[in-house]
């Protein structure tokens, strides 16, 4: 019994310690996550392969041309970018709050020095969940208001296309991180 003891309090050192030295550490990479950056990087070749340059096909045999077509995709994708980074950001600012039993932010900061390892658990969780959270915001989209706000600070920016573009499977798979 008393071995198992001693194992049992090994392994959670082990992954308290291991918690720890990844918590934060953007160098250390989760080899268990399946969108690695190289696979990040094949999904974006993906994308601009198929829906981006389907998307730029089918807009330009209507009445723009094609660089004004590509800016406007330009900027869908970053307004994309960051509208998901703040709905990110906010869903594990209130994960947090409610998982700390909505205390004030300094107990929640130093509890969260405190808990790194279930931090890292809530952190894995929300990763696989990620493509049925990505289901959820697709819907209505456009209607995000850091997207919309984002799109709106680019004065030049024409609507319609911006419209045509919420309509194409491009879109959706900017939104689901897959080509």
């Known amino acids: 019994m008393r071995r198992n003891g001693q194992q049992h309090l090994s392994q959670k050192l082990t992954q308290v310690a291991g918690a720890d030295i990844e918590a934060g550490n ?29 998307a730029v096909d089918d807009l330009v045999s209507t009445k723009w041309s094609e660089d004004i077509i590509v800016r406007h995709l330009f ?6 970018y960051k509208a998901c980074c703040q709905l990110s950001s906010q869903q594990m600012q209130d994960l947090v709050q409610k998982l700390f039993l909505d205390r004030s932010s300094s107990d929640v900061t130093q509890f969260l020095k405190q808990h790194t390892s279930e931090i890292k658990q809530l952190m894995d969780a929300r990763k696989a969940i990620a493509i049925n959270v990505a289901h959820v915001i697709s819907k209505d989209f456009e209607k995000n208001h ?34």
């Open 26 to 54: 953007t160098s250390i990479a989760d080899l268990g996550y399946k969108y690695k950056p190289t696979r990040i990087a094949e999904l974006y070749s993906e994308l601009y392969d198929n829906e981006w340059t389907e």
């Open 146 to 179: 850091t997207f919309a706000e984002y799109l709106h600070s680019h004065e030049w920016l024409d609507e319609e296309i911006v419209y045509q573009i919420t309509k194409q499977k491009f879109l959706k798979s900017v939104l689901h991180c897959r080509g």
């Open 75 to 80: 900027i869908t994708l970053q307004g994309c």
